[in-house]
């Protein structure tokens, strides 16, 4: 009877139009929603847009009103604003934050399924005198090399997060010590023949 612009977007995507029919899934879902004389939210990605569907039903009139609202802007905030909250703005790991949520998941693990972790700390040594001789964009710019170069040392299920200043946190998930300790030996040898220009 009316589309609105989300619809065009939808139908066209779905390449049919008004009065023709709708994917068998919709047809579906508008059945359900029909049946069960209730109003459901659904939210749907086509086509890097991202819609809010809100699907009333008009029983005695044996259809169903869908409303589409274009929500892609206000996913983007929140999706910029949920990695704002849990990753570092210099270095882009993850932050402290983060970095205890990861850590409480372990434990639970550890606990529940006896799975062993290593928890590494690094701190490295004499970086004020980088920030007090060469300034702080200098060392903000060695952080973020030293960041890169160290992710390439762990496993995709590992975790490395800057917890503040010069200091780093690393999780290497279901690991035991002898594996922990030479990742450890490792990271040091990095660090230790890193240089920065």
Known sequence: KFQNKAADILLKHWHTGANKMLPDEWIKKVSEILASNQQEEIEINVENHCFLLNFT?????????????????????????????????????????????ELEKALSISHSQNKHHVLLYIDLDQFKIVNDTCGHVAGDELLRQLSQMMLTMFRENDTLARLGGDEFGVLLNRCDMVAGKKVADELLDMINHFRFI
């Open 57 to 101: 039903a008009v029983v005695e009139e044996h259809y169903v009103n869908i409303y589409g609202r274009d929500i892609t802007a206000k996913k983007q905030v929140e999706e910029s604003l949920s990695y704002q909250a849990t990753h570092d703005d210099l270095t882009g790991l993850d932050n402290r934050y983060a970095f205890d949520l």
